[in-house]
C-alpha cells in the first residue's frame, strides 16, 4: 500500500534519503514466499530488493521462489517488473552492501528492500543489522517487522514446549513485529477461533 500510494521512485526515503527496508518474518508455512511472489510478480514499476536471508548451505525457499534460478552467479535474478531477488547466505551485512553499491553503479536507486527471514529465524538479529554497520546506516534505514501469522496452526506453535534455555521462535516473531498479518483465516473452523488467535497474539504484543 506505502508503494502504490508514494507516486513517485522514492517509496518515502524522506529528507535523507535513505533507502526503507522491511523485514518480512513468521513461522514456517505463514505464506511468507506467497507474498513475496505477489510483489515478484506484480507490475508496480518499482525497484524493490527481495532478500531471501537464508543461512545455510542450501536455501530451503530456492525452488519456491518463482523468480528464477537462485543458482546464478552471485544469487541475483532481476526481475522484469524492476524487482530484485537474491539470497544471502551467512553475511546480510556483505549483502546490503553489494546491493547498494551495484544499484549506485548501475545508476538504478532502490524503492525499498524486504528481507525474508527463515521460518525459525529470531528478526532481532536481522533489525540489529541496521545498527552494526556505518555503511549500511548511512544509506538504509529500518522501516519496520511485519510478521505473518497462520490463523489456523499459530496457537499449536505458541504452545509448543521448548527444551529449557530454547526460545520459541512463533513467540518472538510476534513479540518484535510491527506489524502483522494474519494469514490463512479462510481455514479456521469458527469466529470464535479467530477472536482467540487474535486475543493471543495481543497478549503477545499489544501495540499491532
Known amino acids: 500500500a506505502r508503494l502504490e500510494a508514494s507516486g513517485s521512485s522514492k517509496l518515502q526515503k524522506g529528507a535523507d534519503e535513505k533507502v526503507p527496508c522491511s523485514v518480512l518474518t ?3 508455512g505463514s505464506g511468507k514466499t506467497t507474498l513475496l511472489n505477489y510483489v515478484l510478480e506484480k507490475n508496480h514499476g518499482k525497484r524493490i ?3 531471501e536471508n537464508e543461512f545455510g548451505e542450501v536455501g530451503i525457499d530456492d525452488a519456491l521462489v ?7 552467479e552471485e544469487n541475483i535474478v532481476e526481475m522484469n517488473n524492476g524487482c530484485i531477488c537474491c539470497t544471502v547466505r551467512g553475511d546480510l551485512i556483505a549483502g546490503l552492501k553489494k546491493l547498494i553499491k551495484n544499484s549506485k553503479k548501475a545508476g538504478k536507486p532502490l524503492d525499498g528492500v524486504i528481507i525474508e527471514t527463515t521460518g525459525l529465524a529470531d528478526p532481532a538479529p536481522v533489525a540489529q543489522t541496521f545498527f552494526a554497520d556505518d555503511f549500511v546506516q548511512q544509506h538504509m534505514r529500518l522501516d519496520g517487522i511485519l510478521t505473518l501469522v497462520d490463523a489456523k496452526h499459530i496457537i499449536q506453535h505458541l504452545d509448543d514446549e521448548k527444551p529449557e534455555g530454547v526460545e520459541n521462535e512463533a513467540v518472538e516473531q510476534i513479540a518484535f513485529a510491527d506489524r502483522i498479518l494474519l494469514n490463512k483465516c479462510d481455514l479456521v473452523d469458527s469466529e470464535d477461533e479467530l477472536v482467540e488467535v487474535e486475543k493471543r497474539i495481543r497478549a503477545i504484543n499489544e501495540k499491532v
Open 66 to 72: 518463482r523468480g528464477g534460478s537462485m543458482a546464478q
Open 26 to 28: 513468521g513461522f514456517l
Open 49 to 51: 530488493a527481495i532478500i
